[in-house]
């Protein structure tokens, strides 16, 4: 969930024996996997850093849990409606966790879409309903990953991990921020970068561990194997996510993968 989508041609993949092959045509390839990669931050880029800056000085809504500030009279009563009236949806059965996962999956519908600020509010009422959900965790750090403010995002992926190190959404993601780092860097550290695709990888195998039916989690080990430079593992978890249903697979991907990597029969 990381760069901004400019091309869609397919290069040559990075391994640590042909990394010179890589730089020849990096900006290629980099743009061909951004496309399978970080589609979250690609479309309607509405709010950077900056912005969220200003705004949240006067918007609490904007900051995580509120920033934790004291709430006027008014906006305490407004949120106890809130819980009142979202309790009381027949969908939820009096289960506020899993108004708070309904929310939070609201709040992921508007980072697609572009709509960042909208998203943090409805990060904000998941955490209203339910302070012990970790999934709010994911939330937060997807709305810096999409303004891209990183830093802030590595922040709420670690501080989700302290409280429940098997969430598997956090584990994926805070792989996906590596990934997001490792693009940044190989123009100017490739030493760097690797390391970082190491942690991708860790972190995404960890979740993998945990979970290995999400199609997402196995989409992002095949990319991350790919830009390693090991095949074989590139086609293992392709296949287990084409297996799962192959959602988020884009063709772009399929055709550098076929391109780089020969798959043994």
Same mark, same amino acid.
């Given at each position: 969930?990381?760069?901004?989508?400019?091309?869609?041609?397919?290069?040559?993949? #990075?391994?640590?024996?042909?990394?010179?092959?890589? &730089?020849? @045509?990096?900006? !290629?390839? $980099?743009?061909?996997?951004? /496309?399978?990669?970080?589609?979250?931050?690609?479309?309607?880029?509405?709010?950077?850093?900056?912005?969220?800056?200003?705004?949240?000085?006067?918007?609490?809504? #904007?900051?995580?849990?509120?920033?934790?500030?004291? &709430?006027? @009279?008014?906006? !305490?009563? $407004?949120?106890?409606?809130? /819980?009142?009236?979202?309790?009381?949806?027949?969908?939820?059965?009096?289960?506020?966790?899993?108004?708070?996962?309904?929310?939070?999956?609201?709040?992921?519908?508007?980072?697609?879409?572009?709509?960042?600020?909208?998203?943090?509010?409805?990060?904000?009422?998941?955490?209203?309903?339910?302070?012990?959900?970790?999934?709010?965790?994911?939330?937060?750090?997807?709305?810096?990953?999409?303004?891209?403010?990183?830093?802030?995002?590595?922040?709420?992926?670690?501080?989700?991990?302290?409280?429940?190190?098997?969430?598997?959404?956090?584990?994926?993601?805070?792989g996906t921020y590596f990934m997001a780092q490792y693009y940044g860097l190989i123009p100017i550290d490739e030493k760097g970068a690797l390391s970082n695709l190491d942690s991708a990888i860790y972190y995404i195998r960890k979740s993998y561990s945990f979970d290995n039916t999400d199609m997402?989690?196995?989409?992002?080990?095949?990319?991350?194997?790919?830009?390693?430079?090991?095949?074989?593992?590139?086609?293992?978890?392709?296949?287990?996510?084409?297996?799962?249903?192959?959602?988020?697979?884009?063709?772009?991907?399929?055709?550098?993968?076929?391109?780089?990597?020969?798959?043994?029969?």
């Amino acid at each position: 969930m990381a760069r901004v989508l400019l091309n869609n041609n397919a290069s040559t993949t #990075l391994s640590r024996t042909g990394s010179k092959h890589f &730089k020849k @045509d990096k900006m !290629k390839y $980099l743009f061909s996997i951004t /496309i399978a990669l970080f589609t979250l931050v690609t479309f309607g880029q509405q709010m950077g850093t900056n912005e969220w800056e200003e705004q949240s000085k006067t918007n609490i809504r #904007l900051l995580p849990k509120y920033g934790y500030r004291e &709430k006027t @009279d008014h906006q !305490k009563e $407004l949120d106890k409606k809130f /819980i009142n009236e979202t309790m009381k949806q027949e969908k939820f059965k009096g289960d506020r966790k899993a108004a708070s996962n309904h929310l939070i999956e609201l709040g992921f519908s508007y980072l697609y879409r572009g709509d960042s600020k909208t998203a943090m509010y409805r990060f904000n009422q998941a955490y209203l309903l339910d302070t012990t959900n970790t999934e709010i965790y994911w939330g937060y750090a997807g709305f810096f990953m999409k303004i891209m403010n990183y830093a802030e995002a590595a922040k709420k992926y670690k501080e989700g991990l302290s409280l429940d190190r098997s969430n598997t959404h956090l584990l994926t993601d805070y792989g996906t921020y590596f990934m997001a780092q490792y693009y940044g860097l190989i123009p100017i550290d490739e030493k760097g970068a690797l390391s970082n695709l190491d942690s991708a990888i860790y972190y995404i195998r960890k979740s993998y561990s945990f979970d290995n039916t999400d199609m997402n989690t196995t989409y992002k080990l095949s990319i991350c194997y790919l830009l390693k430079g090991e095949c074989n593992n590139a086609w293992k978890f392709f296949d287990e996510c084409k297996e799962l249903g192959g959602q988020p697979i884009r063709d772009e991907y399929t055709k550098d993968l076929k391109k780089k990597c020969k798959k043994k029969k």
